[in-house]
């Protein structure tokens, strides 16, 4: 069983900067992959980004240049550091683990990109 919960979301104008932070609540070094969604109103939820224990990573193209993943192991952390923000960034971000074939999933955070 994990446990996530995000935080860092926020209100930020257009082309600032927030940092998402998923705490997990043991020890994420045997989750091979983890990664952010987001899920916009009236939108179903999409991919991000993610990354494994390796350090490989993988984004969507629409955030790529922008937006940057990252885990600390020692933390049971996995952030998104999320710049250049446009409106179309406004979502709920949600973090995913995938343990065991099974999938989990925190409550998200909610990011609005508005002036």
Not at 58 to 67: A, I, L, P, T
Request: hydrophobic share 35%; net charge positive.
């Amino acid at each position: 069983q994990v446990q996530l919960v995000e935080s860092g979301g926020g209100l930020v104008q257009p082309g600032g900067s927030l940092r998402l932070s998923c705490v997990a609540s043991g020890s994420i070094s045997s989750i091979n992959y983890m990664g952010w969604y987001r899920q916009a109103p009236g939108k179903e939820r999409e991919f991000v980004a993610f990354i494994t224990v390796g350090g490989h990573t993988n984004y969507v193209d629409s955030v790529k240049g922008r937006f940057a993943i990252a885990r600390d192991n020692a933390k049971n952390t996995v952030y998104l550091q999320m710049g250049s923000l446009k409106p179309e960034d406004t979502a709920v971000y949600y973090c995913n683990a995938i343990l065991s074939s099974k999938n989990y999933w925190g409550q998200g955070t909610q990011v609005t990109v508005s002036s």
